[in-house]
């Protein structure tokens, strides 16, 4: 039993990692996974509302990056971006992991927003496009001022939740090789475990993930309820169309 | 189309009619919903379109401004055609208005933006004056004490006043009714009939979807009863309404009076 404590909960290793853990593996974890939200609500925005249209050369393209990107294993993409595009040549970033390890985790969250905005942009009632078209606003700008609006305001705890999962999928880059400044929080414990073969340090880089993920966990459950019980009245148009 | 031909003289000015259909068809799938309407609608007249559910009374609205663009046929809006390749669908729409039987408020904005999106986004209007219209139109429809609550927090009347509001603060040319008091609570709807009836007074031309006989005689310079996808009759409104000739009006008429 004293070995499993010694392993899993040394305070002295658990001491000696957190500066580190606390300055520059929470604020490089951070950094990697709201820059690549960020990116990937963009991108995912953009993917949702291609593949609401009725265009087949919008709406397939788009079908078919969400069905790769969410298909595919996570570490698989980072891998593929992060090694296999500066082997080729293409350095947008330069040589540092960082810009394609953004990259790489937001082309895996634009997939998985995509799906989020589309349904909440789904759920939004036929009759708010009618109005807007009717007033002669274009398809395009009655999607930016009145769907999209309303379909956000409703998926904003799902898209808090992908954000929980950047968090967690920034971990993975650990394997483009990080370097001192620019280390995130996995990769400074796994280094620690590699030279003193003891765990604690993974433990202390688990609680500063849980220090993250537990809050805004709790953040989009009191917002979902909100919306849920808080919600206006449910608009005449839905009742309408469920009593006809 | 101002250019009068011999054989096709303009019955009464050389004014275009606000709204002209010609042969007006739509499919659903391989259902037809409309089988060929010819309607002409002159300039400030009031027309009201009653008929069972289904006969496509909702439908021939929506064809008018291209919500449902029809299958085939032609629609021409003072003289311009909606119809023809290239023209431009959506500023026919922004010179038509339309209220909908749901209202179709923007429910994520306060009643002034209801109000002033459009202005600004498709009249490229600044916010300033923008505001300053939708307010004008919003006083004239008593709803000065509302600018800024939002659509849920208002009662049905009220709201499908400020959709009226919404439409005329367009300066709409023409404006387009489904249904309008159908989905309101019984007490609310003899308000909104009101707001009809001024705007019919001030010389709107008006093509009004309605269940409202009583309205509809009052108000409707002509009445166009619709059964099966087509015009089964249509005359004045009050000799459409108490004689009517054909028999299938006739039990119309019995079953809504």
């Not at chain 1, 009655?142 to 305001?153: A, C, H, N």
């Not at chain 2, 490229?124 to 923008?130: H, L, Q």
């Not at chain 2, 300053?132 to 004239?140: V, Y």
Request: aromatic share 6%; net charge neutral.
């Amino acid at each position: 039993m004293d070995a499993f404590f010694h392993t899993f909960f040394d305070v002295n290793q658990m001491l000696a990692v957190l500066p580190t853990l606390l300055t520059e593996g929470i604020k490089n974890t951070l950094i990697i996974a709201v820059s690549a939200a960020l990116l990937g609500l963009v991108i995912g925005l953009l993917l949702a509302v291609m593949m609401v249209s009725r265009l087949w050369f919008l709406n397939i393209p788009a079908r078919i990056y969400v069905d790769v990107f969410r298909g595919l294993p996570a570490i698989l993409t980072i891998s593929l971006v992060g090694l296999g595009l500066p082997a080729a040549g293409i350095r947008p970033f330069g040589s540092s992991p960082i810009g394609y390890a953004i990259l790489a985790v937001a082309l895996i969250s634009a997939a998985y927003c995509a799906e989020v905005f589309r349904s909440g942009i789904q759920s939004v009632d036929q009759g708010q496009m009618q109005a807007g078209r009717s007033l002669g606003m274009s398809y395009l700008q009655t999607m930016r001022k009145i769907i999209v609006p309303q379909g956000i305001r409703n998926v904003l705890p799902a898209l808090t939740n992908r954000f929980i999962i950047d968090i967690k999928e920034s971990s993975l880059v650990y394997l483009l090789g990080l370097t001192v400044g620019e280390r995130e929080l996995y990769f400074i414990a796994h280094q620690q475990q590699s030279i003193t073969y003891n765990s604690s340090a993974l433990v202390a880089a688990g609680l500063c993930y849980l220090l993250m993920t537990v809050p805004l966990t709790y953040l989009v459950n009191w917002w979902d309820r909100r919306l849920r019980s808080g919600r206006r009245r449910p608009s005449a148009a839905r009742i309408g169309l469920m009593e006809g | 189309m101002t250019v009068a031909t011999e054989t096709d003289a303009p019955v009464h000015t050389s004014t275009p009619a606000a709204i002209e259909l010609r042969g007006i068809h739509k499919s659903f799938e391989h259902r037809e919903v409309l089988t060929g309407v010819d309607l002409t609608v002159a300039p400030q007249e009031v027309v009201c379109l009653i008929g069972p559910s289904g006969s496509g009374k909702s439908t021939l609205l929506k064809c008018i401004n291209l919500l449902q663009p029809p299958t085939s046929g032609s629609i021409l809006i003072n003289g311009e055609e909606l119809t023809a390749p290239g023209a431009d669908a959506n500023l026919a729409r922004s010179r038509v208005g339309m209220v909908f039987q749901h209202f179709n408020l923007f429910p994520h904005v306060d009643v002034l933006a209801n109000v002033t999106v459009a202005l600004r986004t498709v009249k490229r209007i600044p916010k300033a004056e923008a505001e300053r219209i939708a307010r004008q139109q919003l006083e004239r429809l008593g709803l000065s004490a509302h600018v800024h609550s939002r659509p849920a927090d208002l009662s049905g009347g009220q709201q499908q006043r400020v959709a009226i509001a919404r439409a005329l603060a367009m300066d709409p040319q023409v404006m387009l009714f489904d249904e309008a008091t159908s989905a309101l609570d019984p007490e609310l709807v003899k308000g909104v009939l009101n707001v009809m009836r001024e705007l019919a007074e001030s010389g709107m031309t008006m093509v009004v979807v309605t269940h409202e006989i009583g309205f509809a005689r009052e108000v409707a310079d002509r009445v166009v009863f619709m059964d099966g996808g087509r015009i089964a009759e249509e005359g004045p409104a009050r000799e459409v309404l108490t004689a009517p000739r054909t028999d299938r009006l006739k039990e119309f008429l019995s079953q809504v009076l």
